[in-house]
DNA sequence: TAGATGCAAATGATATGATCTTTGAGTGGA
DNA sequence: TCCACTCAAAGATCATATCATTTGCATCTA
Protein backbone atom coordinates (compact mmCIF):
# COMPACT_ATOMS: atom_id res chain seq x y z
CA UNK A 1 0.00 0.00 0.00
CA UNK A 2 2.20 2.87 -1.33
CA UNK A 3 2.20 5.95 1.31
CA UNK A 4 2.61 8.59 -0.61
CA UNK A 5 2.00 11.06 2.15
CA UNK A 6 2.85 9.58 5.11
CA UNK A 7 2.46 12.36 7.63
CA UNK A 8 -0.94 12.69 6.98
CA UNK A 9 -1.96 9.07 7.92
CA UNK A 10 -1.71 7.63 11.67
CA UNK A 11 -5.33 8.40 12.45
CA UNK A 12 -4.40 7.88 15.82
CA UNK A 13 -7.61 6.52 17.15
CA UNK A 14 -5.66 7.45 20.44
CA UNK A 15 -6.79 3.49 21.94
CA UNK A 16 -4.95 2.81 25.16
CA UNK A 17 -4.71 5.69 26.04
CA UNK A 18 -3.74 4.77 30.27
CA UNK A 19 -3.50 7.30 32.21
CA UNK A 20 -6.07 8.27 34.91
CA UNK A 21 -6.87 11.20 33.23
CA UNK A 22 -8.09 8.97 30.04
CA UNK A 23 -9.84 6.45 32.24
CA UNK A 24 -12.07 8.67 34.00
CA UNK A 25 -12.85 10.71 30.89
CA UNK A 26 -13.90 8.03 28.80
CA UNK A 27 -15.89 6.20 31.66
CA UNK A 28 -17.83 9.42 32.62
CA UNK A 29 -18.33 9.78 28.38
CA UNK A 30 -19.14 6.53 27.80
CA UNK A 31 -21.78 6.40 31.21
CA UNK A 32 -23.33 10.00 29.56
CA UNK A 33 -23.80 8.41 25.87
CA UNK A 34 -25.15 5.23 26.87
CA UNK A 35 -27.66 6.75 28.98
CA UNK A 36 -26.65 6.06 32.31
CA UNK A 37 -26.24 9.72 33.50
CA UNK A 38 -29.02 10.75 31.66
CA UNK A 39 -29.57 14.61 31.06
CA UNK A 40 -30.66 16.39 34.47
CA UNK A 41 -28.62 14.10 36.65
CA UNK A 42 -26.46 15.64 39.19
CA UNK A 43 -22.91 14.63 39.83
CA UNK A 44 -20.66 16.46 42.32
CA UNK A 45 -16.76 16.54 42.40
CA UNK A 46 -16.21 14.62 45.54
CA UNK A 47 -18.48 11.89 45.18
CA UNK A 48 -16.46 10.77 41.94
CA UNK A 49 -13.33 11.76 43.56
CA UNK A 50 -14.86 8.66 45.65
CA UNK A 51 -16.14 6.61 42.92
CA UNK A 52 -12.74 6.49 41.02
CA UNK A 53 -10.54 6.66 43.71
CA UNK A 54 -8.76 9.67 41.89
CA UNK A 55 -7.73 12.84 43.40
CA UNK A 56 -9.45 16.07 42.79
CA UNK A 57 -7.40 17.24 40.26
CA UNK A 58 -8.21 14.52 37.71
CA UNK A 59 -12.17 14.82 38.11
CA UNK A 60 -11.88 18.48 37.69
CA UNK A 61 -9.77 17.93 34.42
CA UNK A 62 -11.71 15.12 33.27
CA UNK A 63 -14.99 17.35 34.24
CA UNK A 64 -13.71 20.77 32.12
CA UNK A 65 -12.82 18.56 29.20
CA UNK A 66 -16.72 16.95 29.19
CA UNK A 67 -17.98 20.59 29.73
CA UNK A 68 -16.34 21.67 26.23
CA UNK A 69 -17.64 19.36 24.23
CA UNK A 70 -20.84 20.41 25.99
CA UNK A 71 -21.93 16.99 27.87
CA UNK A 72 -21.96 18.94 31.35
CA UNK A 73 -22.31 22.11 33.18
CA UNK A 74 -21.10 23.09 36.54
CA UNK A 75 -23.61 24.99 38.41
CA UNK A 76 -22.10 26.20 42.06
CA UNK A 77 -24.25 25.33 45.20
CA UNK A 78 -25.78 22.73 42.92
CA UNK A 79 -23.45 20.16 41.76
CA UNK A 80 -22.66 18.78 38.11
CA UNK A 81 -25.57 18.69 35.43
CA UNK A 82 -25.43 16.43 32.99
CA UNK A 83 -26.86 18.59 29.63
CA UNK A 84 -29.21 17.42 26.90
CA UNK A 85 -27.84 15.58 24.10
CA UNK A 86 -28.84 18.49 21.75
CA UNK A 87 -26.10 20.08 23.67
CA UNK A 88 -23.33 17.93 22.48
CA UNK A 89 -20.49 18.73 20.38
CA UNK A 90 -21.57 15.35 17.67
CA UNK A 91 -18.72 16.44 15.47
CA UNK A 92 -16.29 15.61 18.47
CA UNK A 93 -14.32 12.50 17.44
CA UNK A 94 -14.30 11.26 20.78
CA UNK A 95 -18.03 11.73 21.12
CA UNK A 96 -18.60 9.58 17.90
CA UNK A 97 -16.81 6.82 18.97
CA UNK A 98 -18.84 7.04 22.47
CA UNK A 99 -21.51 6.77 21.06
CA UNK A 100 -21.10 4.05 18.11
CA UNK A 101 -20.37 2.03 20.83
CA UNK A 102 -23.77 2.83 22.85
CA UNK A 103 -27.06 1.62 22.00
CA UNK A 104 -27.72 4.74 19.97
CA UNK A 105 -25.30 3.02 17.52
CA UNK A 106 -27.50 3.26 14.73
CA UNK A 107 -28.75 6.52 15.40
CA UNK A 108 -25.16 7.44 15.15
CA UNK A 109 -24.38 5.68 11.94
CA UNK A 110 -27.68 7.28 10.40
CA UNK A 111 -26.68 10.68 11.19
CA UNK A 112 -23.02 9.97 9.63
CA UNK A 113 -24.60 8.58 6.45
CA UNK A 114 -26.64 11.01 5.92
CA UNK A 115 -23.70 13.98 6.39
CA UNK A 116 -21.38 11.55 3.92
CA UNK A 117 -24.40 11.85 1.36
CA UNK A 118 -24.22 15.58 1.43
CA UNK A 119 -20.74 16.00 1.74
CA UNK A 120 -18.69 13.62 -0.28
CA UNK A 121 -20.44 14.29 -3.71
CA UNK A 122 -19.17 18.19 -3.20
CA UNK A 123 -16.16 16.68 -2.23
CA UNK A 124 -15.91 14.76 -5.11
CA UNK A 125 -16.61 17.85 -7.58
CA UNK A 126 -14.16 20.12 -5.55
CA UNK A 127 -11.82 17.76 -6.33
CA UNK A 128 -12.25 17.33 -9.55
CA UNK A 129 -10.88 21.42 -9.66
CA UNK A 130 -8.18 21.31 -7.22
CA UNK A 131 -6.44 17.64 -7.29
CA UNK A 132 -2.75 16.80 -8.48
CA UNK A 133 -1.83 14.68 -11.29
CA UNK A 134 -0.26 12.49 -8.99
CA UNK A 135 -2.83 12.06 -6.36
CA UNK A 136 -5.48 11.71 -9.52
CA UNK A 137 -3.26 8.80 -10.58
CA UNK A 138 -2.57 7.17 -7.22
CA UNK A 139 -6.50 7.50 -6.71
CA UNK A 140 -7.67 5.53 -10.05
CA UNK A 141 -5.34 3.34 -8.92
CA UNK A 142 -7.20 2.50 -5.67
CA UNK A 143 -10.26 1.85 -7.63
CA UNK A 144 -8.87 -0.66 -9.70
CA UNK A 145 -7.04 -2.27 -6.56
CA UNK A 146 -10.55 -2.23 -4.99
CA UNK A 147 -12.05 -3.81 -7.69
CA UNK A 148 -9.57 -6.50 -6.96
CA UNK A 149 -9.93 -6.95 -3.87
CA UNK A 150 -14.00 -7.45 -4.37
CA UNK A 151 -13.78 -9.70 -7.21
CA UNK A 152 -11.46 -11.69 -4.75
CA UNK A 153 -13.31 -11.45 -1.82
CA UNK A 154 -10.74 -10.14 0.35
CA UNK A 155 -13.01 -8.25 2.66
CA UNK A 156 -10.31 -7.14 5.00
CA UNK A 157 -8.45 -5.36 2.46
CA UNK A 158 -11.44 -3.69 0.40
CA UNK A 159 -12.56 -2.37 3.98
CA UNK A 160 -8.90 -0.65 3.61
CA UNK A 161 -8.67 0.32 0.38
CA UNK A 162 -12.28 1.52 1.12
CA UNK A 163 -11.39 3.68 3.63
CA UNK A 164 -8.40 5.23 1.60
CA UNK A 165 -10.36 5.79 -1.60
CA UNK A 166 -12.93 8.33 0.43
CA UNK A 167 -10.00 9.84 2.30
CA UNK A 168 -7.96 10.80 -0.43
CA UNK A 169 -11.31 12.31 -2.11
CA UNK A 170 -12.15 14.29 0.91
CA UNK A 171 -8.30 15.42 1.07
CA UNK A 172 -7.90 16.40 -2.78
CA UNK A 173 -10.91 18.61 -1.84
CA UNK A 174 -8.49 21.06 -0.70
CA UNK A 175 -11.28 21.69 2.09
CA UNK A 176 -9.72 20.94 5.56
CA UNK A 177 -12.79 20.62 7.12
CA UNK A 178 -13.82 18.18 4.50
CA UNK A 179 -10.41 16.35 5.43
CA UNK A 180 -11.45 16.31 9.20
CA UNK A 181 -14.77 13.98 8.26
CA UNK A 182 -12.56 11.36 6.97
CA UNK A 183 -12.40 10.00 10.41
CA UNK A 184 -16.06 10.07 10.88
CA UNK A 185 -16.26 8.05 7.51
CA UNK A 186 -13.52 5.72 8.71
CA UNK A 187 -15.46 5.23 11.99
CA UNK A 188 -18.11 4.40 10.04
CA UNK A 189 -16.79 1.87 7.41
CA UNK A 190 -14.73 -0.01 10.15
CA UNK A 191 -17.83 -0.13 12.53
CA UNK A 192 -19.82 -1.79 9.72
CA UNK A 193 -17.45 -3.95 9.23
CA UNK A 194 -17.16 -5.09 12.80
CA UNK A 195 -20.57 -5.45 13.36
CA UNK A 196 -20.74 -7.69 10.27
CA UNK A 197 -22.88 -5.20 8.85
CA UNK A 198 -21.55 -4.57 4.89
CA UNK A 199 -22.45 -7.57 2.15
CA UNK A 200 -19.99 -10.11 1.89
CA UNK A 201 -19.20 -9.79 -1.81
CA UNK A 202 -19.23 -5.50 -2.66
CA UNK A 203 -21.90 -5.03 -5.44
CA UNK A 204 -20.29 -5.41 -8.64
CA UNK A 205 -22.40 -1.73 -9.15
CA UNK A 206 -20.38 -0.30 -5.93
CA UNK A 207 -17.17 -1.29 -7.58
CA UNK A 208 -17.93 0.40 -11.00
CA UNK A 209 -18.55 3.65 -9.33
CA UNK A 210 -15.86 4.21 -7.02
CA UNK A 211 -13.86 3.45 -10.73
CA UNK A 212 -16.24 6.17 -12.15
CA UNK A 213 -15.72 8.67 -9.31
CA UNK A 214 -12.28 8.07 -9.95
CA UNK A 215 -11.77 8.81 -13.39
CA UNK A 216 -14.02 11.64 -13.43
CA UNK A 217 -11.90 13.47 -10.89
CA UNK A 218 -8.80 12.73 -13.02
CA UNK A 219 -10.68 14.14 -15.66
CA UNK A 220 -11.47 17.16 -14.26
CA UNK A 221 -15.42 16.69 -14.66
CA UNK A 222 -16.87 17.62 -11.41
CA UNK A 223 -20.17 17.33 -12.22
CA UNK A 224 -19.82 13.70 -13.56
CA UNK A 225 -17.76 12.95 -10.14
CA UNK A 226 -20.35 14.51 -8.30
CA UNK A 227 -23.03 12.24 -10.07
CA UNK A 228 -21.23 9.15 -9.46
CA UNK A 229 -20.17 9.68 -5.39
CA UNK A 230 -23.87 10.60 -4.91
CA UNK A 231 -25.01 7.04 -6.56
CA UNK A 232 -22.18 5.60 -4.78
CA UNK A 233 -23.66 7.20 -1.09
CA UNK A 234 -27.26 6.44 -2.41
CA UNK A 235 -26.25 2.80 -2.57
CA UNK A 236 -24.28 3.34 0.96
CA UNK A 237 -28.03 4.64 2.38
CA UNK A 238 -30.01 2.10 0.93
CA UNK A 239 -27.57 -0.18 2.83
CA UNK A 240 -27.81 1.19 5.85
CA UNK A 241 -31.49 1.66 5.53
CA UNK A 242 -31.62 -1.85 5.23
CA UNK A 243 -29.66 -2.76 8.25
CA UNK A 244 -32.19 -0.47 10.70
CA UNK A 245 -34.82 -3.02 9.66
CA UNK A 246 -33.00 -6.07 10.60
CA UNK A 247 -31.84 -4.75 13.90
CA UNK A 248 -35.35 -3.38 14.54
CA UNK A 249 -34.83 0.77 14.28
CA UNK A 250 -32.69 2.99 14.01
CA UNK A 251 -33.17 4.07 17.67
CA UNK A 252 -34.02 7.53 16.90
CA UNK A 253 -32.84 9.46 19.68
CA UNK A 254 -32.05 12.50 17.63
CA UNK A 255 -32.72 15.02 20.53
CA UNK B 1 -40.94 37.08 15.94
CA UNK B 2 -43.17 33.95 16.90
CA UNK B 3 -40.96 31.83 19.22
CA UNK B 4 -42.47 28.51 18.15
CA UNK B 5 -39.97 26.77 20.07
CA UNK B 6 -38.30 28.85 22.65
CA UNK B 7 -36.08 26.35 24.31
CA UNK B 8 -34.29 25.76 21.30
CA UNK B 9 -32.96 28.98 20.74
CA UNK B 10 -30.52 30.97 23.09
CA UNK B 11 -27.54 29.84 20.32
CA UNK B 12 -25.39 30.82 23.87
CA UNK B 13 -22.64 32.24 22.56
CA UNK B 14 -20.64 32.12 25.97
CA UNK B 15 -19.77 35.56 26.07
CA UNK B 16 -18.18 37.12 28.76
CA UNK B 17 -17.18 33.89 30.18
CA UNK B 18 -15.50 35.42 33.13
CA UNK B 19 -13.30 32.64 35.06
CA UNK B 20 -10.24 32.51 35.17
CA UNK B 21 -10.15 29.49 32.81
CA UNK B 22 -11.94 30.87 30.26
CA UNK B 23 -9.82 34.06 30.46
CA UNK B 24 -7.02 31.71 29.90
CA UNK B 25 -8.29 29.19 27.79
CA UNK B 26 -9.28 32.02 25.36
CA UNK B 27 -5.95 33.84 25.20
CA UNK B 28 -4.10 30.60 24.17
CA UNK B 29 -6.41 29.62 22.39
CA UNK B 30 -6.30 32.75 20.10
CA UNK B 31 -2.60 32.78 20.37
CA UNK B 32 -2.64 29.20 18.64
CA UNK B 33 -5.02 30.11 16.02
CA UNK B 34 -3.70 33.33 15.21
CA UNK B 35 -0.33 31.92 14.76
CA UNK B 36 2.01 33.11 17.30
CA UNK B 37 2.42 30.02 18.98
CA UNK B 38 3.25 28.29 16.09
CA UNK B 39 3.26 24.34 15.50
CA UNK B 40 6.57 22.82 16.81
CA UNK B 41 6.25 25.56 19.93
CA UNK B 42 7.04 24.59 23.27
CA UNK B 43 5.37 25.67 26.52
CA UNK B 44 5.48 24.69 30.01
CA UNK B 45 3.15 24.45 32.60
CA UNK B 46 5.19 26.91 35.10
CA UNK B 47 5.90 29.74 32.70
CA UNK B 48 2.04 29.65 31.64
CA UNK B 49 1.84 29.95 35.27
CA UNK B 50 3.62 32.84 35.86
CA UNK B 51 2.32 34.46 32.54
CA UNK B 52 -1.25 34.33 33.29
CA UNK B 53 -0.47 34.87 37.18
CA UNK B 54 -2.62 31.70 37.83
CA UNK B 55 -2.56 28.43 39.59
CA UNK B 56 -1.48 25.19 38.17
CA UNK B 57 -5.15 24.06 39.12
CA UNK B 58 -5.85 26.43 36.16
CA UNK B 59 -3.40 26.21 33.85
CA UNK B 60 -3.70 22.20 33.80
CA UNK B 61 -7.71 21.96 33.36
CA UNK B 62 -7.07 24.67 30.58
CA UNK B 63 -4.38 22.31 29.02
CA UNK B 64 -6.89 19.16 29.16
CA UNK B 65 -9.15 21.19 27.46
CA UNK B 66 -6.89 22.29 24.23
CA UNK B 67 -5.50 18.89 24.18
CA UNK B 68 -8.87 17.69 23.60
CA UNK B 69 -9.31 19.55 19.86
CA UNK B 70 -6.20 18.96 19.32
CA UNK B 71 -4.28 22.19 19.87
CA UNK B 72 -1.47 20.74 21.95
CA UNK B 73 -0.17 17.59 22.77
CA UNK B 74 1.93 17.54 26.20
CA UNK B 75 5.28 15.50 26.11
CA UNK B 76 7.30 14.53 29.66
CA UNK B 77 10.37 16.11 29.82
CA UNK B 78 9.82 17.79 27.25
CA UNK B 79 6.98 20.42 27.94
CA UNK B 80 3.15 21.46 25.96
CA UNK B 81 3.89 21.04 21.96
CA UNK B 82 1.72 23.26 19.75
CA UNK B 83 0.27 20.85 16.97
CA UNK B 84 -0.24 21.96 13.65
CA UNK B 85 -3.37 22.91 11.86
CA UNK B 86 -4.45 19.48 10.49
CA UNK B 87 -4.76 18.02 14.20
CA UNK B 88 -7.68 20.70 14.81
CA UNK B 89 -11.20 19.62 15.50
CA UNK B 90 -12.22 22.15 13.43
CA UNK B 91 -15.74 21.64 14.28
CA UNK B 92 -15.51 22.66 17.34
CA UNK B 93 -17.61 26.11 17.52
CA UNK B 94 -15.06 27.47 20.02
CA UNK B 95 -12.45 26.70 17.63
CA UNK B 96 -14.27 28.26 14.75
CA UNK B 97 -15.09 31.54 16.90
CA UNK B 98 -11.39 31.86 17.23
CA UNK B 99 -10.47 31.43 13.48
CA UNK B 100 -13.22 34.07 12.29
CA UNK B 101 -11.30 36.32 14.92
CA UNK B 102 -8.02 35.62 13.53
CA UNK B 103 -5.94 36.27 10.27
CA UNK B 104 -7.04 33.19 8.52
CA UNK B 105 -10.85 34.79 8.72
CA UNK B 106 -11.23 34.41 5.40
CA UNK B 107 -9.52 30.97 4.90
CA UNK B 108 -12.29 29.89 7.94
CA UNK B 109 -15.08 31.66 6.07
CA UNK B 110 -14.61 29.83 2.74
CA UNK B 111 -14.44 26.15 4.49
CA UNK B 112 -17.22 26.65 6.13
CA UNK B 113 -19.35 28.47 3.04
CA UNK B 114 -18.07 25.13 1.13
CA UNK B 115 -19.83 22.97 4.37
CA UNK B 116 -22.71 24.98 3.72
CA UNK B 117 -22.69 24.30 0.28
CA UNK B 118 -22.84 20.71 0.86
CA UNK B 119 -24.59 20.00 3.62
CA UNK B 120 -27.83 22.85 3.17
CA UNK B 121 -29.06 21.25 -0.30
CA UNK B 122 -28.93 17.74 1.67
CA UNK B 123 -30.96 19.09 4.70
CA UNK B 124 -33.62 21.18 2.83
CA UNK B 125 -33.92 17.79 0.79
CA UNK B 126 -34.54 15.85 4.21
CA UNK B 127 -36.73 18.67 5.37
CA UNK B 128 -39.44 18.01 2.61
CA UNK B 129 -40.08 14.78 3.93
CA UNK B 130 -39.78 15.08 7.44
CA UNK B 131 -41.19 18.76 8.71
CA UNK B 132 -44.37 19.37 10.36
CA UNK B 133 -47.24 20.93 9.21
CA UNK B 134 -47.11 23.77 11.86
CA UNK B 135 -43.12 24.04 11.03
CA UNK B 136 -43.56 24.24 7.72
CA UNK B 137 -46.05 27.22 7.54
CA UNK B 138 -43.57 28.48 10.00
CA UNK B 139 -41.02 28.45 7.51
CA UNK B 140 -42.77 30.11 4.61
CA UNK B 141 -43.63 32.72 7.04
CA UNK B 142 -40.07 33.26 7.73
CA UNK B 143 -39.06 33.68 4.16
CA UNK B 144 -42.25 36.22 3.38
CA UNK B 145 -40.66 38.39 6.19
CA UNK B 146 -37.20 38.09 4.66
CA UNK B 147 -38.91 39.67 1.88
CA UNK B 148 -40.34 42.40 3.31
CA UNK B 149 -37.15 43.15 5.29
CA UNK B 150 -34.82 43.06 2.80
CA UNK B 151 -37.39 45.43 0.53
CA UNK B 152 -37.13 47.68 3.29
CA UNK B 153 -33.29 47.99 3.33
CA UNK B 154 -33.50 46.93 7.07
CA UNK B 155 -30.22 45.14 7.18
CA UNK B 156 -30.31 44.12 10.78
CA UNK B 157 -33.83 42.11 10.93
CA UNK B 158 -33.10 40.80 7.56
CA UNK B 159 -29.61 38.87 8.74
CA UNK B 160 -32.01 37.69 11.90
CA UNK B 161 -34.10 36.42 10.21
CA UNK B 162 -31.65 34.85 7.60
CA UNK B 163 -30.01 33.11 10.70
CA UNK B 164 -33.20 31.83 11.61
CA UNK B 165 -34.71 30.60 8.16
CA UNK B 166 -31.65 28.51 7.85
CA UNK B 167 -31.73 27.16 11.31
CA UNK B 168 -35.36 25.81 11.16
CA UNK B 169 -34.43 24.44 7.71
CA UNK B 170 -31.32 22.51 9.52
CA UNK B 171 -33.40 21.88 12.23
CA UNK B 172 -36.36 20.55 10.30
CA UNK B 173 -34.08 17.95 8.34
CA UNK B 174 -33.94 15.81 11.42
CA UNK B 175 -30.51 15.44 11.54
CA UNK B 176 -28.67 15.91 14.71
CA UNK B 177 -24.92 16.46 12.92
CA UNK B 178 -26.40 18.95 10.68
CA UNK B 179 -28.29 20.67 13.52
CA UNK B 180 -25.53 21.54 14.94
CA UNK B 181 -23.94 23.29 12.15
CA UNK B 182 -26.30 25.57 12.35
CA UNK B 183 -23.92 27.75 14.82
CA UNK B 184 -21.66 27.97 12.28
CA UNK B 185 -24.47 29.31 9.65
CA UNK B 186 -24.89 31.75 12.59
CA UNK B 187 -21.83 32.52 13.17
CA UNK B 188 -20.67 32.78 9.11
CA UNK B 189 -23.68 35.06 8.81
CA UNK B 190 -22.73 37.70 11.51
CA UNK B 191 -19.05 37.63 10.71
CA UNK B 192 -20.37 38.66 7.28
CA UNK B 193 -22.61 41.61 8.42
CA UNK B 194 -20.06 42.54 11.16
CA UNK B 195 -17.31 43.23 8.89
CA UNK B 196 -19.89 44.93 5.89
CA UNK B 197 -19.25 41.89 3.83
CA UNK B 198 -22.81 41.86 2.47
CA UNK B 199 -24.23 43.36 0.14
CA UNK B 200 -26.85 46.74 1.72
CA UNK B 201 -29.29 45.61 -0.48
CA UNK B 202 -29.72 41.42 -0.43
CA UNK B 203 -30.67 40.75 -3.88
CA UNK B 204 -33.65 40.29 -5.01
CA UNK B 205 -33.01 36.63 -6.31
CA UNK B 206 -32.11 35.40 -3.40
CA UNK B 207 -35.38 36.44 -1.61
CA UNK B 208 -37.12 34.90 -4.11
CA UNK B 209 -34.85 31.57 -3.86
CA UNK B 210 -35.38 31.54 0.04
CA UNK B 211 -39.43 31.59 -0.57
CA UNK B 212 -38.37 29.02 -3.43
CA UNK B 213 -37.22 26.78 -0.26
CA UNK B 214 -39.87 26.90 1.90
CA UNK B 215 -42.41 26.55 -0.52
CA UNK B 216 -40.83 23.33 -1.88
CA UNK B 217 -40.24 22.18 1.83
CA UNK B 218 -43.91 22.54 2.35
CA UNK B 219 -45.08 20.80 -0.67
CA UNK B 220 -42.89 18.10 0.33
CA UNK B 221 -40.66 18.15 -2.96
CA UNK B 222 -37.76 17.06 -1.86
CA UNK B 223 -35.87 17.94 -4.83
CA UNK B 224 -37.01 21.11 -5.71
CA UNK B 225 -36.38 22.07 -2.28
CA UNK B 226 -32.84 20.81 -2.62
CA UNK B 227 -32.14 22.68 -6.00
CA UNK B 228 -33.45 25.81 -4.89
CA UNK B 229 -31.19 25.24 -1.58
CA UNK B 230 -28.00 24.82 -4.37
CA UNK B 231 -28.83 28.10 -6.09
CA UNK B 232 -28.78 29.97 -2.68
CA UNK B 233 -25.38 28.51 -1.83
CA UNK B 234 -23.81 29.18 -5.26
CA UNK B 235 -24.88 32.81 -4.58
CA UNK B 236 -23.55 33.15 -1.40
CA UNK B 237 -20.47 31.29 -2.85
CA UNK B 238 -20.47 33.36 -5.40
CA UNK B 239 -20.30 36.72 -2.73
CA UNK B 240 -17.59 35.21 -0.78
CA UNK B 241 -15.08 34.69 -3.80
CA UNK B 242 -15.81 38.27 -4.65
CA UNK B 243 -15.10 39.40 -0.93
CA UNK B 244 -11.52 37.04 -1.37
CA UNK B 245 -10.80 39.12 -4.47
CA UNK B 246 -11.40 42.46 -2.34
CA UNK B 247 -9.58 41.80 0.74
CA UNK B 248 -6.50 40.14 -1.12
CA UNK B 249 -7.22 36.59 -1.40
CA UNK B 250 -8.10 33.64 0.68
CA UNK B 251 -4.95 33.31 2.50
CA UNK B 252 -5.23 29.74 1.98
CA UNK B 253 -3.68 28.37 5.06
CA UNK B 254 -5.38 25.05 4.62
CA UNK B 255 -2.72 22.74 6.13
C1' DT C 1 35.92 4.44 18.64
C1' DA C 2 31.10 2.80 18.62
C1' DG C 3 27.57 1.21 20.92
C1' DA C 4 25.30 -0.25 25.17
C1' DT C 5 24.26 0.98 29.92
C1' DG C 6 22.92 3.50 33.86
C1' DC C 7 22.16 7.71 36.47
C1' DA C 8 19.97 12.06 37.38
C1' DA C 9 17.59 16.23 36.23
C1' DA C 10 13.55 18.08 34.08
C1' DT C 11 8.83 18.07 33.60
C1' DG C 12 4.29 16.47 33.49
C1' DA C 13 0.83 13.60 36.47
C1' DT C 14 -1.35 12.98 40.64
C1' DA C 15 -2.49 13.88 45.42
C1' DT C 16 -4.00 16.78 49.29
C1' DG C 17 -5.96 20.23 51.93
C1' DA C 18 -7.06 24.98 52.48
C1' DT C 19 -9.35 29.34 51.14
C1' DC C 20 -12.29 32.20 48.13
C1' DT C 21 -16.59 33.05 45.61
C1' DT C 22 -21.01 32.33 44.05
C1' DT C 23 -25.68 31.22 44.61
C1' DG C 24 -29.87 28.52 46.10
C1' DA C 25 -32.77 28.18 49.85
C1' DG C 26 -34.55 29.24 54.08
C1' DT C 27 -35.92 32.89 57.34
C1' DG C 28 -37.93 36.84 59.10
C1' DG C 29 -39.82 41.34 58.84
C1' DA C 30 -42.86 44.81 56.40
C1' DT D 1 -47.62 38.07 49.94
C1' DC D 2 -43.25 39.62 48.94
C1' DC D 3 -38.84 41.39 49.46
C1' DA D 4 -34.32 41.56 51.80
C1' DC D 5 -31.06 39.29 54.52
C1' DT D 6 -28.34 35.42 56.09
C1' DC D 7 -26.15 31.07 55.82
C1' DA D 8 -24.19 27.22 54.08
C1' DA D 9 -23.24 24.06 50.10
C1' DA D 10 -20.55 23.35 46.22
C1' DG D 11 -17.58 24.63 42.71
C1' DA D 12 -13.24 27.69 41.71
C1' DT D 13 -8.84 28.70 42.77
C1' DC D 14 -4.59 28.27 45.12
C1' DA D 15 -0.28 26.33 47.19
C1' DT D 16 2.63 22.60 48.01
C1' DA D 17 4.26 18.03 47.89
C1' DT D 18 5.19 13.56 45.88
C1' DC D 19 5.20 10.24 42.03
C1' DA D 20 6.41 8.70 37.38
C1' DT D 21 8.54 9.01 33.00
C1' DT D 22 11.47 10.57 29.64
C1' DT D 23 15.58 12.41 27.75
C1' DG D 24 20.44 13.85 27.78
C1' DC D 25 24.75 12.86 29.25
C1' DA D 26 28.30 10.54 31.43
C1' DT D 27 30.20 6.15 31.88
C1' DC D 28 31.40 1.67 30.75
C1' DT D 29 32.45 -2.22 27.74
C1' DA D 30 33.79 -4.62 23.46
Redesign the pocket.
Known amino acids: MEPSSPEVAAASPLPAES???ARVLDHLGTAICGGELPPGSV????ELVERY??????V?EV?RVLASIGFIE???????LIRPASAWNVFDPQVIRWRLASAGRMAQLRSITELRTAVEPHAAFLAASRIGRDEASDLVGLAAKMWAAGEAGDEERFLHLDIEFHRRVLLASGNEMFVRLQELVAEVLTGRHKHHLMPHHPHEQALQMHADVAQAIQRRDGERARQAMVQLMEQAFDEMKSLWEQTGGPEHGTG
Chains 1, 2 share one sequence.
Do not use: E, F, K
Open positions: GLHLNIDAVSRSVRLARRRVGV
